[in-house]
């Protein structure tokens, strides 16, 4: 019931392309869902997050789209670039917790 | 930028020691964090600390560990008798204020190996 399934683990796509992550949930208590972006030797960093009153949230090239019924949500980026290469994290947790619970991670390379 | 910062980033020791990791959260953050990631799994939260006090703890976060703020700047993660399933990335984090609305900011994680 914690458990955030996150999917592909890894993914490689041409410069331009769209990847696309994924990821699952169950409990349906969550109601925060954060994408954190991650580079080698670096913390995770969050990149964008959305609420589920929202189907669909953007910031810049990165698009969170969220389906509230079948408990999954995506991450999109547009227009990929070679520096987008990083391990991207979803997450979720709810109001009243303090904790993450994250997904395994996706390992995108992106070629240029 | 208002960074948080950890050290060491890499400490190595033996099986049964004691080890200290450090962190120095974001100056005017209140809400202090602890998560750790065994090597190519997921990230796992530890324990948060807000006030002086442990706010929350998960199941890992057994009696081997503790935490501290002993002055006020650092906040430190001990782990009494290290196991050799210690081995992982320790990040500590830092927010402003409690749940989601504000966002927790990572440090760039010490590396632990426990041989």
């Known amino acids: 019931q914690q458990q955030v399934k996150q999917s592909p683990q890894s993914l490689i796509v041409q410069k331009g392309g769209i990847p696309i992550i994924n990821c699952a949930y169950e409990?349906?208590?969550?109601?925060?869902f954060p994408w954190y972006q991650q580079f080698p030797g670096k913390g995770p960093a969050l990149l964008i997050a959305i609420r589920p009153d929202v189907s669909e949230k953007k910031e810049g090239r990165f698009t969170i789209s969220f389906n509230k019924s079948a408990k999954q949500f995506s991450l999109h980026i547009m227009d990929s670039q070679p520096g987008d290469s990083a391990t991207y994290f979803c997450?979720?947790?709810?109001?009243?917790?303090?904790?993450?619970?994250w997904g395994a991670g996706t390992k995108l390379i992106i070629k240029p | 930028e208002p960074e948080v910062t950890q050290t060491p980033s890499h400490q190595v020791t033996q099986m049964g020691q004691e080890v200290i990791l450090r962190c120095v959260p974001i100056s005017n953050h209140l809400y202090f964090y602890w998560y750790r990631q065994i090597l190519g799994q997921k990230v796992e939260f530890l324990v948060s600390f807000y006030n002086n006090e442990i706010s929350e703890k998960s199941e890992i976060f057994d009696d081997q560990f503790s935490v501290e703020r002993p002055d006020g700047s650092n906040f430190t993660l001990k782990i009494r008798s290290t196991k050799l399933e210690d081995s992982a990335m320790y990040f500590c984090?830092?927010?402003?204020?409690?749940?989601?609305?504000?966002?927790?900011?990572f440090g760039p994680g010490t590396r632990l190996t426990v041989t």
């Open positions: 409990n349906t208590a969550f109601d925060y």
């Open positions: 997450a979720a947790s709810w109001d009243s917790n303090y904790q993450l619970i």
């Open positions: 984090a830092s927010s402003e204020g409690r749940g989601p609305s504000y966002e927790q900011y």
